[in-house]
């Protein structure tokens, strides 16, 4: 019986126990919300005691299982103090109200202790008592929350709530950084999101750089710096770790890890001036301590300063900015220091202001030593180039940007890769300055891109990528969401290129992109402008072999060799150095023209004036005497004139011709006005040959001509603006003309002012319509009393609300063409095909309007002058008569399907926050959709190509196939379709 009895004593014991454990563990989870820190905490009110406090201008109540809110002011609220673990969280509140509810929801964590306006998100209801309303509110917690106050009105009145719940979330969708399965890559490579940044925690991120043990280090564009150590490749994504580093250093533009050091380019610092810095860790403790400021680059904004760079023999250091910076003072330059505007007719700055008043020399490019002490000017005479690279030879390129209001206009220049070399000027002058890419006192691009807004830059250099992507520059467009390869081929002294898309998708704006020699990846940033910025990484899958790839001697060989001997003496004053680079003014290569010109600049002039106007080979002489031109004093300007009026313009080969139109032009802007004499000359050598039969020969002639104020120039370019089958033809001839004050009669000055009334048809860039405005109006100017009250009826019309004119009757559809008739038509053709009709019907079916051909025509499209030599007829003809049969990706449009039931269709073309600015008529590039991207309910690739269809339908079968000769030749005139035939 005691054994019995004890045993029943300590099972009754073991049972109180487990009561009271039961009991205590329901008391500790009726508790919990408010002790320690929970994830997910709910509130239902069906007792008096729920830890929220009124603070001001309400009274609480429990009430049928409700909170019972009763306002009394204007400003009530009411909140309670809590724990919970930072991140991502969701409070979800269901209320009803009477009246329509304004309120608001903040919250406070431990790093930020208090309420304030930046932690809290609005809310607008719907008054209706009968109807629970349920409000969701999602945000980021930078540390463990501490608090959440509740406003739900700013007026006196009952709010009932039923519950009030948090929890972790998921990030909202405007908060995800665009999803792995919406990039397309090429075929073999693989993509992955390795952190989509908190953009209110830690910002957009525009830079990168790796340090010695492969971490990554990044700048939020207007923030700190974060280190970010990646996820190793194979492992889960996010075991990648991210830490804001404990340095007051941010808003960087450019970022380097070189010399045990991290340099910043900082661009519009609030705490500090832009320019360049210098960070060490002196302590070993793994955090920069030491900030030092080595150089001042005055400059900010997108346009300001930006990349930096380690050179190929890692002894100095390379900086990038865009036009809106001012040069820092180099103590030296590889440009010679005589850069200026060089415009012979008077500029119109932008329509609506940007860059007005920004002159040369434009963006430029530096080099440093790694204290910064001692800068170089090395190129200039870009827009906007916000990175740079060099290649396994040690070459420089960058990727320079477009003015993207200038669309449909003469001055627009495309986005271009550019091969920086020594002393290089590419030619960016503000508003309608800047310089044609033909001009001899600047060098061209290596190949243009199109439209976009050129960020990051890198070569494949020590990529575990196949050969032929090691060695291709990898090129980012921020708008278009587009990483492109671009593949090198050496030509002459420098190179030219073909690029394709290797990255894309909507929205995907790419800010920087780097090599990590660790993993032989490639690491790309999306982000700027405050967008949702994301960490990525690109590595290769397929089966192709990866093994290193180096450059051998032989690549440096031949004209890139000489150009490079020929820039060493960009650094020398040698009375020895104008005789050994005189050999080269002349030479066939234009880049070793230039390299030889800039040496002859950097020598007195006196030591070699003499050698220009004794000169007798055409090239040398042009190419000398534009340095002569730019160097010389006003007294040579009559014995220059004499020695260029004795050229045979007859048998001066075309480039010749071109430059020795620029070279007068820089007679006249830089050695002063030409005599009667001088003037009357120059019109003998010249004029006879206008019109030429070459479009950019006839842009150069009319510059000069009106200028020169020839006889007859005025009816001859109006002959040739009537005939003009661009718009970016016409409106040079209207700009050229706008300046000439004689010469007109009453029929000239109708004719010439009834054309901008034609002109509204035209389309282009935010400006464009301002800049025919204010053509007009410098036109205007020129005018007589007499003359301006004769045109009064034409002048009063307001070009920016007016309709256009009619310019004919349309053309009468022939027959709606299919791609076998004209294919059938063009394989048992054996006619000579007719090379200027071909390109008057590429007018004609309105292809000048979207595409750029043989440097004619619009951007919005893809350049077509190579499509000849990749696509056979069948292809260029299904393009043409069924362009939605297959849409490149590289123009593909996207469907936006939005939550209020719209469907937008386009391309999205800028981005700013969460605002998508969205194309959605190629023909009207100033017209654009705003999508807000959180109302974005899905978006999928649309199935319709944004190119009409019925193009060639007004075309006869001979039009037909001289269009599709035009395409074939690539806009040579010589190519065989058009000899004739035996």
């Known amino acids: 019986m005691h054994y019995r009895g004890s045993n029943v004593i300590q099972a009754l014991k073991t049972l109180c126990i487990a009561t009271s454990v039961l009991l205590v563990s329901q008391a500790m989870l009726s508790a919990k919300d408010s002790s320690a820190p929970d994830s997910t905490q709910v509130w239902t009110f069906k007792q008096k005691e729920h830890g929220w406090t009124p603070y001001r201008d309400c009274t609480l109540d429990v009430k049928d299982n409700l909170l019972q809110v009763n306002s009394t002011g204007k400003d009530p609220h009411f909140g309670r103090e809590l724990k919970s673990p ?35 998100d609005k809310f607008d209801t719907r008054g209706n008592n009968k109807d629970w309303q349920d409000l969701t509110f999602v945000f980021y917690a930078d540390s463990p929350l501490t608090g959440l106050r509740f406003d739900p009105s700013s007026r006196k009145g009952l709010v009932e709530i039923e519950s009030i719940s948090l929890e972790d979330s998921e990030p909202p969708r405007s908060a995800t950084a665009t999803p ?25 991120w525009v830079s990168m750089t790796i340090d010695p043990k492969g971490r990554l280090i990044a700048s939020d564009q207007y923030g700190a710096l974060y280190r970010i150590t990646p996820a190793k490749i194979g492992a889960k994504t996010n075991d990648t770790q991210v830490e804001k580093l404990n340095v007051d250093m941010g808003m960087a533009h450019g970022l380097l890890y070189a010399f045990d050091s991290l340099y910043a380019v900082v661009n519009g610092g609030n705490t500090r001036p832009s320019g360049l810095y210098r960070l ?36 100095s250091l390379y900086i990038a900015a865009g036009n809106h910076t001012d040069l820092p003072n180099p103590e030296k330059s590889l440009v010679p220091r005589n850069w200026d505007e060089d415009l012979l007719l008077p500029r119109l700055w932008d329509a609506r202001g940007h860059a007005a008043g920004k002159l040369a020399p434009g963006g430029w490019i530096c080099r440093t030593d790694p204290e910064g002490k001692e800068f170089e000017l090395v190129s200039s005479g870009f827009r906007n180039e916000y990175d ?28 271009r890769v550019n091969h920086v070399t020594s002393g290089s000027e590419f030619g960016w002058r503000s508003g309608t300055g800047k310089w044609p890419a033909y001009y001899p006192d600047s060098l061209p691009a290596v190949v243009n891109i199109g439209q976009g807004s050129p960020t990051g830059i890198v070569f494949g250099t020590g990529t575990k990528f196949p050969a032929k992507y090691q060695q291709s520059l990898f090129i980012s467009d921020w708008s278009y969401g587009i990483i492109y390869a671009v593949h090198m081929k050496p030509q002459g002294a420098s190179y030219v290129a073909t690029y394709e898309k290797f990255a894309s998708a909507t929205p995907l704006p790419v800010t920087d992109l780097v090599v990590n020699p660790v993993d032989g990846a490639l690491y790309f940033t999306i982000g700027g402008r405050r967008t949702q910025s994301g ?76 050698c220009v106007l004794i000169e007798q080979d055409p090239a040398t002489l042009i190419n000398a005497g534009i340095a002569l031109a730019r160097n010389g004093k006003p007294a040579v300007k009559h014995a220059l004139l004499e020695k260029l009026n004795g050229l045979d313009w ?19 802007i830089r050695l002063g006005e030409p005599t009667e004499r001088e003037r009357i000359d120059v019109l003998a050598q010249i004029d006879k040959s206008y019109p030429a039969s070459d479009v950019f020969m006839n842009r150069e002639l009319s510059r000069l001509l009106v200028y020169l104020n020839a006889p007859k120039v005025i009816e001859r370019t109006l002959a040739l603006q009537d005939k003009a089958l661009t718009q970016e033809e016409q409106i040079h001839y209207a700009k050229v003309l706008s300046s000439l004050a004689s010469g007109w009669n009453n029929d000239l000055r109708k004719r010439y002012f009834e054309w901008y009334l034609k002109s509204i048809a035209h389309k282009g860039g935010r400006s464009f319509d301002k800049f025919l405005v204010n053509i007009r109006a410098e036109a205007i100017k020129t005018l007589t009393d007499a003359e301006e009250k004769a045109l009064k009826p034409v002048l009063e019309i307001n070009l920016e609300k007016a309709e256009p004119v009619s310019q004919g009757p349309p053309r009468p559809v022939v027959k709606k063409w299919t791609v076998d008739e004209l294919l059938h038509a063009a394989n048992n053709d054996d006619g000579q095909r007719n090379f200027e009709r071909g390109r008057e019907m590429f007018a004609v079916a309105a292809c000048f309007k979207c595409h750029r051909f043989a440097g004619e025509g619009g951007t919005i499209g893809p350049d077509l002058t190579g499509v000849g030599g990749r696509f056979n007829a069948q292809n260029l003809l299904e393009s043409i008569i069924e362009p939605s049969k297959v849409i490149s990706d590289q123009y593909a449009s996207t469907m936006f399907i939005l939550d209020d039931g719209r469907v937008v269709n386009g391309r999205v073309i800028n981005l700013s926050g969460k605002n998508l600015m969205v194309l959605t008529d190629m023909t009207n590039p100033s017209d654009l959709a705003s999508i807000n991207r959180d109302s974005v309910e899905e978006m999928m690739p649309s199935k319709s190509s944004m190119m009409p269809t019925g193009l060639v339908d007004t075309l006869t079968k001979e039009e037909a196939l001289d269009l599709l000769a035009y395409l074939r030749s690539g806009g040579n005139s010589k190519h065989e379709l058009f000899k004739k035939k035996d």
């Open 180 to 204: 792995v399965d919406q990039i397309k890559l090429l075929e073999g490579y693989k993509v992955e999101l390795l952190y989509s940044v908190p953009t209110d925690v830690e910002g957009s």
């Open 535 to 610: 960490l990525y990484r690109i590595t290769y899958t397929g089966k192709e072999s990866t093994a290193p790839v180096s450059a051998t001697p032989a690549e440096l060989a031949g004209y890139r060799a000489l150009r490079r001997d020929l820039e060493k003496y960009h650094e020398q004053q040698n009375e020895e150095v104008v005789y050994k680079v005189w050999p080269y003014l002349g030479h066939a290569d234009r880049h070793i023209r230039y390299a030889a010109r800039i040496a002859l600049e950097h020598q007195p002039v006196e030591q070699w004036q003499n």
């Open 388 to 415: 740079i690279a060099f290649n396994p030879e040690g070459e420089l390129f960058t990727y320079d940007a477009d003015m993207e209001w200038d669309v449909g206009s003469p001055w627009y220049r495309p986005t």
């Open 280 to 315: 060490k860790d002196t302590n070993g403790d793994d955090q920069f301590d030491d900030v030092q400021f080595l150089r001042e680059i005055k400059g900010a904004g997108e346009h300001g300063p930006h990349a930096i760079i380690l050179s190929p023999d890692k002894k």
């Open 650 to 668: 007859a048998v001066l080969s075309q480039t010749e011709k071109m430059d020795l139109l620029r070279l007068y032009q820089l007679v006249f």
């Open 86 to 120: 930072a991140g991502w969280k969701k409070v979800k509140v269901r209320l009803r109200a009477p009246n329509r509810l304004r309120g608001e929801l903040y919250w406070k964590t431990e790093q930020k202790n208090g309420y304030a306006d930046e932690r809290s």
